[in-house]
């Protein structure tokens, strides 16, 4: 049975964070994507804490898609290593999980 997956990553641009959520879903890979508002992050790079102004852009896509999805955004990611982060949907609409399969689906 399909299931719908949430799949998240950041980026500290916001012309970068839009065109990865576009381009995501102009190929099919995602359904949809939202660029969240600016947050500021802190994480361990390099041996120090480390802290950036980033933009989270979450897709829906199925579970299918989902290492497709991940190979493209990584290909097209500006960070040495991008957060990449796979969350399940534990309750979908039928209705929503139909419209996703449908925008996943190669024309």
């Given at each position: 049975m399909t299931s719908i997956v949430i799949a998240q990553t950041t980026v500290n641009d916001?012309?970068?964070?839009?065109?990865?959520?576009?381009?995501?879903?102009?190929?099919?890979?995602?359904?949809?994507?939202?660029?969240?508002?600016?947050?500021t992050t802190f994480y361990w790079?390099?041996?120090?804490?480390?802290?950036?102004?980033?933009?989270?852009v979450s897709f829906k896509t199925t579970e299918e898609k989902a290492a497709e999805l991940e190979a493209w955004v990584h290909a097209n990611h500006p960070y040495?290593?991008?957060?990449?982060?796979?969350?399940?949907?534990?309750?979908?609409?039928?209705?929503f999980l139909a419209w996703v399969v449908q925008e996943t689906t190669a024309r």
């Open positions: 916001e012309d970068k964070a839009y065109g990865l959520a576009r381009a995501a879903v102009e190929a099919r890979l995602a359904a949809g994507a939202h660029v969240d508002a600016r947050m790079w390099k041996d120090a804490v480390q802290h950036e102004r980033e933009y989270r040495e290593v991008p957060q990449w982060i796979l969350l399940p949907a534990v309750r979908a609409s039928e209705e």
